[in-house]
């Protein structure tokens, strides 16, 4: 049992060190665009910095990763990390938007205003750091979802929003009329139904490979997971185990909330050659939870 838990402990910190990371990245990154006024090589300082589709993006990465920091403190105070779909797919959307921006960062920004340029000061976050760091950790540790064929479109809603906004901004309105300029240069060097039409497809190629590569750590992570748990619960008294585990764990919970980890049992269950049910392992699981706990005063139960 020690270790699919510690298999499990070290997903779970794996997966709170890199979101972490990412998190106060980004917050380093905007703030030095926010605290700097002027910059003679981009006009776009300060508050107008959030016009730009690097900040949005890696704003948007924030958030999703913010998200997921929440479940992995559950994780390492009640032994039972669960991160829900919804967040997986969020996720999937921000680190899509970010490897964007990395990849237009290095294959057509910095050939044309330089390398050093682009990846330098708070551009070296937002650009580079950032980009690299959440994928990483969105491919290789936050593995807790499969992703679907159908989820990859989700990824295209904010780079949707952001080319109609971008469109409207510097060819419809223009900048002498109080709209943008093209500080990305999409209208102004390309005819604009190039950039238009190549960056739906080329970001689902992006998520896609996300999505794979995302779905292949979920896999692997799986499968050593199930060898674990195979070699230690193939021909054990399940019944007996799952009171066990529910005393260490009662002994071990830093919070009062009762938590049967269901999917733990479940994948117990699978692993056994016994008859117990999820059901009777649940009810087990709580009868000795219940019976290891001590008896505490009514009031503290309010704290």
Known sequence: MDKALKLQ???????????????????????????????ENFDHMGLRTFCMFTVL????????MALVFPYTMDGVRKHNFHVPKWVIVFLHMGVTSV???FIISLTILAPFKGFVLIFTGSRLFLHGICPVLAIISFCFFISEKRLQISDTFFALIPVFIYTCLYFVMV?????????WDDFYGFATHLPVWIPLTAILPITFGIATVLRLLHNRS?????????EAYREIFKNVDLRELVGVMATNLKNMAKGRDIVVPGRVLGIM????????????????????????????????LWI
């Not at 993006?57 to 999703?64: D, E, W």
């Open 9 to 39: 402990k070290r997903h779970c910190l794996f997966t709170m060190l890199s979101s972490a990371a990412v998190i106060v990245c980004v917050c380093v990154g905007v703030t030095m665009n926010l605290t700097t006024i002027y910059d």
């Open 57 to 64: 993006s890696n704003i948007l990465c924030a958030i999703g």
């Open 99 to 101: 490897a964007l921006t």
């Open 171 to 179: 060819v419809v309105i223009g900048e002498e009329n109080g709209g």
């Open 218 to 226: 979920y896999d692997l992570r799986h499968l050593r997971e199930a």
């Open 269 to 300: 269950i699978e692993n056994n050659d016994g008859d117990c049910t999820w059901e009777e392992a649940c009810e087990i699981y709580l009868k000795e939870y219940l019976a290891s706990s001590k008896v505490m005063d009514l009031k503290k």
